[in-house]
């Protein structure tokens, strides 16, 4: 069958025929190619057509698909389980090696998604500070929680309004919105609620309006303000995790969050999320605290062993080399949309860019919005005709992995180039 009967029947079995709204092609049309496998860089469908990945499964491949070392883990722990409900040393160790990168991480505790990650580090958020209110901004994800599918309300400091049709306004009524790169609202929002806001939870470096740029002294002024207002920080390192440094953004921009949360590439491919940070706050957690949290396949001990050799083939010739690699596409991007004289920005933060269609840096959700997606769609289209599969959505970011070799940088620049010319 090819991909598009495979979306035909999907689509009558599952809502749009997918897993997740994203992977459908909504905002660049088209039929979604079905994955049959996958490689290093690369992914194949049911029609053999061979692409260059650039979703990377939204991240958690960045050492490639079916790593050796990864399988190799694989296919001898699943000969000794998939899952026992009980606890594994396979835990602690994954565990450890958080612990060990990350200075702000004290302890851990293993979900399945980032969406369980975010969702119990604002109720540990909550129960700590014993405050109601959540503070995020316009254009960050956090998963699909009831408390952050919300948006800005008219002005910055009203009430979120829900942002999906089964959100209610009792969940909504908790979270404020504020603009992102923009301390101003954010206080605005601390003042009009003054000793309400349990957390403000923040990506450190946003991919869920495209990679976007800001000041420097904006998560410094984010960890002030919290200090100054006795709220938590809460860093939402989902995508950012050990993708933009070795140990996560908090490393990178030495800014100390009080809670942050994992998911993706501690997975290694497989279903893991994670949120940890002070001990103080993180023993409050069920069994050793009153908050509960809890989880069926929480530490699985697959998802645990990808994780951690995943983990542990993030060298600093790894990252060296993604640097690198990453840098490369950046400059080549730039180079084509020079070229064809097409207006576009590249944004990137280690192996995480976006290409904007926009004139100018993109610094929050009103730039992202700004963007020609039209523009977009005819770009991502073109390219795939050419075997290189973007993240089919303008608010993504492209995720770079270590077998993203130069074979692969110069066919996707080159692709750029002619698409680009066409545009
Ligand atoms: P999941 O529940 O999808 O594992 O994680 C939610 C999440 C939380 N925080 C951040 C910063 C995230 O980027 C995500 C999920 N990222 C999207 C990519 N934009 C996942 C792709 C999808 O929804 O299919």
Redo the contacts with the bound molecule.
């Keep these: 069958m090819t991909s598009k009967d495979l979306l035909s029947r999907a689509a009558e079995l599952m809502p749009g025929g997918v897993s997740?709204p994203?992977?459908a092609f909504k905002a660049v049309g088209g039929v979604p190619p079905f994955i049959a496998s996958a490689s290093g860089c690369t992914m194949t469908d049911v029609d053999g057509n061979t692409y260059i990945d650039y979703i990377g499964s939204?991240g958690p491949m960045i050492l490639g698909h079916t790593h050796p070392d990864v399988t190799a883990a694989l296919e001898a722990a699943v000969r000794k389980g998939t899952s026992f409900g009980a606890p594994s040393p396979l835990e602690a160790e994954m565990a450890q090696e958080i612990v060990d990168r990350v200075p702000s991480v004290e302890m851990v505790r293993f979900v399945n998604?980032?969406?369980e990650a975010?969702m119990s580090a604002i109720r540990l958020a909550r129960a700590a500070t014993k405050r109601d209110v959540i503070l995020k901004f316009a254009g960050g994800?956090?998963?699909?929680a009831d408390s952050f599918l919300i948006q800005a309300g008219s002005g910055v400091a009203t009430f979120g309004a829900p942002d999906s049709p089964g959100v209610t306004p009792g969940a909504a009524k908790d979270t404020r919105v504020a603009r992102f790169d923009d301390l101003e609202s954010v206080r605005t929002i601390l003042e009009q609620d003054k000793g309400h806001v349990a957390a403000i939870i923040v990506?450190p470096v946003p991919?869920?309006m495209g990679v976007t740029r800001f000041d420097d002294g904006f998560l410094p002024g984010l960890r002030a303000l919290c200090d100054e207002h006795g709220a938590l920080l809460i860093f939402?390192e989902?995508?950012t995790g050990f993708r933009v440094h070795r140990g996560c953004a908090s490393s990178l921009f030495g800014v100390t969050p009080d809670l942050s949360?994992f998911?993706k590439v501690i997975g290694g491919g497989l279903p893991v999320?994670a949120y940890g940070g002070r001990a103080d706050l993180m023993r409050m957690i069920s069994p050793s605290g009153p908050v509960y949290q809890a989880g069926t396949l929480s530490g699985n001990p697959l998802a645990m062993t990808a994780g951690l050799a995943t983990l542990r083939g993030l060298t600093e010739n790894v990252y060296a080399q993604l640097e690198t690699q990453s840098a490369k596409l950046q400059a080549g991007l730039e180079d084509a949309l020079r070229e064809a004289v097409v207006t576009g920005v590249v944004q990137r933060v280690g192996s995480m860019l976006t290409l904007f269609f926009h004139d100018g840096p993109v610094r929050n959700f009103d730039d992202a919005k700004a963007c020609d997606h039209d523009r977009f769609a005819a770009f991502f289209g073109g390219m795939l005709e050419r075997g290189v599969h973007l993240p089919p959505s303008g608010y993504?970011a492209w995720f770079v992995s270590a077998a993203h070799d130069d074979t692969a940088i110069n066919k996707t620049v080159s692709a750029a180039r002619e698409v680009l010319r066409g545009l």
């Design positions: 997740s994203v992977r939204w998604s980032g969406t975010t994800y956090h998963g699909h990506e991919g869920n939402d989902v995508m949360t998911g999320g993504e």
